[in-house]
């Protein structure tokens, strides 16, 4: 409902991206990007981003501060 009065629309879907830790994503992945209206070469990307991002967190744990 708000988001509906903050864009000044009639209606909203929520659509879940929902990617684990690892870059797995869910079975229905490709079906809410078409509903983005997003191809499909950004799947990569965000895998791409979630291992990166996982890495950095890992990295920054590991490593010992000064």
Same mark, same amino acid.
């Given at each position: &409902? /708000?988001?509906?009065? &903050?864009?000044? @629309?009639?209606?909203?879907?929520?659509?879940?991206i929902v990617v684990s830790v690892? #870059? +797995?994503?869910? /079975?229905?992945?490709?079906?809410?990007?078409?509903?983005?209206?997003?191809?499909?070469?950004?799947? #990569?990307?965000?895998? /791409?981003? @979630? @291992?990166?991002?996982?890495?950095?967190? @890992?990295?920054?744990? +590991?490593?010992?501060?000064?």
């Amino acid at each position: &409902m /708000k988001i509906t009065s &903050m864009w000044n @629309v009639e209606s909203t879907v929520i659509v879940p991206i929902v990617v684990s830790v690892n #870059g +797995l994503l869910a /079975k229905s992945f490709d079906q809410h990007l078409k509903k983005l209206s997003l191809g499909c070469w950004i799947k #990569g990307r965000i895998q /791409k981003a @979630v @291992v990166l991002e996982t890495a950095r967190i @890992v990295r920054r744990f +590991l490593t010992p501060e000064p």
